[in-house]
Nanobody, 128 residues
């Protein structure tokens, strides 16, 4: 069982910054493609950002590109999401996601169907 533990969520004001973390202490972290998703109330879970095994290749949804930065520390086995210029529409539960890639460049996460393992989620609320 792959255990992913998100932290760092909270209530912030529009324009503020927040950093989410996802710890994966029990897995061969460098072998996984990692991603962040979010799900707002009443909406489907959507892709936010993804990062390959060594952090060189990243991708973002259009809605967060330029404001959010995904990164990882393979030694600490932690995935990060630095969020800046937050907007009320960023309010959602944010989920950490993993898929075994074996460091293969062709393996990634683009939709929820690609995900093998989910964290429990952390709430981010952005007020006006």
């Amino acid at each position: 069982q792959v255990r992913l533990e998100e932290s760092g969520g909270g209530l912030v004001q529009a324009g503020d910054s927040l950093r989410l973390s996802c710890a994966a202490p029990e897995i061969l972290f460098s072998g996984y493609y990692m991603a962040w998703f979010r799900q707002a109330l009443g909406k489907e879970r959507e892709f936010v950002a993804g990062i390959n095994w060594n952090g060189v290749v990243t991708r973002y949804s259009d809605s967060v590109n330029g404001r959010f930065t995904v990164s990882r520390d393979n030694d600490k086995r932690i995935l990060y999401l630095q969020m800046s210029s937050l907007k009320p529409e960023d309010t959602a539960v944010y989920y950490c996601a993993a898929r075994w890639s074996g460091q293969q460049p062709t393996v990634s996460i683009t939709t929820a169907r690609d995900v093998s393992h989910w964290g429990q989620g952390t709430q981010v609320t952005v007020s006006t």
